[in-house]
């Protein structure tokens, strides 16, 4: 299989760009926190909405190459971010305090569960382009989108 066949494939666009994400997340935090010298918490939080915004084009620009309104996209994803929030809180709080599981293994297993997930949130509702109803419909049918 080609590179290009490779990336025809939304579900590996969106990994890609998960990934460039945790990445872009990583430095932007390191630079704000070590190289400019603020404090944890300040360097945290921009980071967080840093990676929101990189995050929220990655995959509207690169993974899902949506045509989409962009207002109507940042709305549904932000609702999305938000629900996801309230979820891993509640799965890793749940995990780890009452079934004795690690934070890092409760974190991995709803980090599975919230990428699962999203993928299809993101492909058939936050992305997917709109009729003039405002229902999601097919933007490349029959194709590894």
Do not use: D
Not at 42 to 53: C, Q, R
Not at 54 to 67: G, L, N, P, V
Not at 78 to 94: D, E, G, K, Q, Y
Not at 122 to 141: D, Q
Request: glycine share 8%; hydrophobic share 50%.
């Amino acid at each position: 299989m080609t590179l290009a066949a490779l990336l025809r494939s939304s579900a590996l666009r969106y990994v890609v760009a998960g990934g460039m994400a945790f990445i872009f997340n990583v430095i932007l935090l390191n630079v704000l926190r070590e190289g400019l010298g603020w404090p944890t918490s300040v360097s945290a939080m921009l980071a967080f909405w840093g990676t929101f915004g990189f995050s929220y084009a990655m995959q509207r620009i690169f993974a899902f190459q949506s045509t989409s309104s962009v207002a109507g996209s940042l709305v549904r994803y932000s609702i999305l971010v938000a629900f996801n929030s309230v979820v891993v809180s509640v799965v890793v709080t749940i995990c780890n305090e009452h079934f004795g599981i690690g934070l890092g293994t409760s974190q991995l297993i709803v980090t599975i569960m919230t990428t699962t997930w999203n993928y299809f949130a993101y492909k058939h509702w936050v992305y997917a382009a709109r009729n003039r109803s405002g229902k999601a419909e097919e933007t490349h049918a029959g194709s590894a989108r």
